[in-house]
């Protein structure tokens, strides 16, 4: 076999397009969550080529679809466990979860990330009705509107000053008394006359059916003086960080310090040879779907020169 690749979603469905059309007969093991985050999305409004915007599911079949009629071998199944090869001239072995094996000279990895959630029960309801956790992909649909950030680093800040270009208020919810944000950034954020920075508050509940209404806040939690309220609010969007799903292939793959897989060179190589990271487990800046079709594209042309 040539080239396996892990994980289905807009990378590794690229990727599997690029192979196909390539000769590299790829076999891609799609993994728990065939389709990756853009099956729990609505709409996507910032995809070229849909000037209406298309649903997040339907783009993703679409690409599946794609591979799958250019030669793909589509396996539904979970690897796990990845054995890489300890020379070029050796083979790369991946174990799933039904016990088969498969081996090949080349990997591509497209496990994707998946963003932190409070861990509340209503995010899962209400994701997708006025909970997101990516300000650039979903902000559009809340124009003039008003929503809440939860986080208090560059990242929430950066949503913050983003969401607040496009609605009408919005809350910056922050655990500690303090922003972890850069000096530059709080400067933005207090000069902002839109947004509202509510230290030491945390989210109980978030309220509404079938979308979002309220958020229940609670402010010095476990404090003598601790108190709650609620807020009206269209949006909740979470912005604690991402977890790339790259622990299968640690220690072998270098990553780093936040779990995200490194790659070499203004190309998608790793640190074993033969071995191809693309999408948001290589990503830890942008994590768009279109970066991560993009970065498929790259895998796939990586690998083709390798094997080569």
């Given at each position: 076999?040539?080239?396996?690749?892990?994980?289905?979603?807009?990378?590794?469905?690229?990727?599997?397009?690029?192979?196909?059309?390539?000769?590299?007969?790829?076999?891609?093991?799609?993994?728990?969550?065939?389709?990756?985050?853009?099956?729990?999305?609505?709409?996507?409004?910032?995809?070229?080529?849909?000037?209406?915007?298309?649903?997040?599911?339907?783009?993703?079949?679409?690409?599946?679809?794609?591979?799958?009629?250019?030669?793909?071998?589509?396996?539904?199944?979970?690897?796990?466990k990845v054995e890489f090869a300890s020379?070029?001239?050796?083979?790369?072995?991946?174990?799933?979860?039904?016990?088969?094996?498969?081996?090949?000279?080349?990997?591509?990895?497209?496990?994707?990330?998946?963003?932190?959630?409070?861990?509340?029960?209503?995010?899962?309801?209400?994701?997708?009705?006025?909970?997101?956790?990516?300000?650039?992909?979903?902000?559009?649909?809340?124009?003039?509107?008003?929503?809440?950030?939860?986080?208090?680093?560059?990242?929430?800040?950066?949503?913050?000053?983003?969401?607040?270009?496009?609605?009408?208020?919005?809350?910056?919810?922050?655990?500690?008394?303090?922003?972890?944000?850069?000096?530059?950034?709080?400067?933005?954020?207090?000069?902002?006359?839109?947004?509202?920075?509510?230290?030491?508050?945390?989210?109980?509940?978030?309220?509404?059916?079938?979308?979002?209404?309220?958020?229940?806040?609670?402010?010095?939690?476990?404090?003598?003086?601790?108190?709650?309220?609620?807020?009206?609010?269209?949006?909740?969007?979470?912005?604690?960080?991402?977890?790339?799903?790259?622990?299968?292939?640690?220690?072998?793959?270098?990553?780093?310090?936040?779990?995200?897989?490194?790659?070499?060179?203004?190309?998608?190589?790793?640190?074993?040879?033969?071995?191809?990271?693309?999408?948001?487990?290589?990503?830890?800046?942008?994590?768009?779907?279109?970066?991560?079709?993009?970065?498929?594209?790259?895998?796939?042309?990586?690998?083709?020169?390798?094997?080569?």
């Amino acid at each position: 076999m040539n080239v396996i690749i892990i994980g289905g979603g807009p990378a590794g469905y690229t990727a599997a397009i690029y192979a196909s059309r390539a000769g590299l007969n790829p076999t891609l093991v799609e993994g728990p969550l065939p389709g990756g985050q853009l099956t729990t999305t609505t709409t996507i409004e910032n995809y070229p080529g849909f000037p209406n915007g298309i649903d997040g599911t339907e783009l993703v079949m679409n690409m599946r679809e794609q591979a799958e009629r250019l030669g793909t071998n589509m396996v539904g199944a979970i690897v796990e466990k990845v054995e890489f090869a300890s020379s070029p001239s050796s083979l790369h072995k991946v174990t799933l979860d039904d016990g088969n094996t498969m081996e090949a000279k080349a990997i591509i990895i497209a496990t994707g990330a998946e963003a932190k959630y409070l861990g509340l029960p209503a995010e899962d309801r209400l994701r997708g009705s006025g909970v997101s956790a990516c300000a650039t992909c979903d902000g559009f649909f809340f124009r003039n509107k008003v929503v809440a950030v939860v986080g208090g680093g560059d990242t929430a800040a950066e949503e913050a000053q983003y969401l607040a270009s496009l609605a009408q208020k919005v809350y910056l919810i922050v655990r500690r008394n303090v922003l972890r944000a850069s000096k530059a950034m709080q400067d933005k954020l207090f000069a902002n006359p839109k947004i509202e920075i509510l230290f030491e508050h945390e989210t109980l509940d978030l309220i509404g059916s079938p979308v979002l209404k309220q958020a229940l806040l609670v402010h010095r939690r476990g404090k003598a003086d601790e108190s709650k309220k609620t807020i009206d609010i269209d949006g909740f969007f979470l912005a604690i960080g991402h977890t790339p799903k790259s622990d299968l292939f640690r220690p072998a793959v270098e990553v780093d310090p936040e779990g995200y897989i490194r790659t070499f060179d203004n190309s998608t190589r790793t640190s074993v040879p033969g071995v191809f990271a693309c999408g948001d487990v290589a990503d830890p800046r942008y994590r768009q779907c279109i970066t991560a079709a993009a970065s498929g594209c790259k895998a796939a042309m990586d690998c083709k020169q390798y094997l080569e």
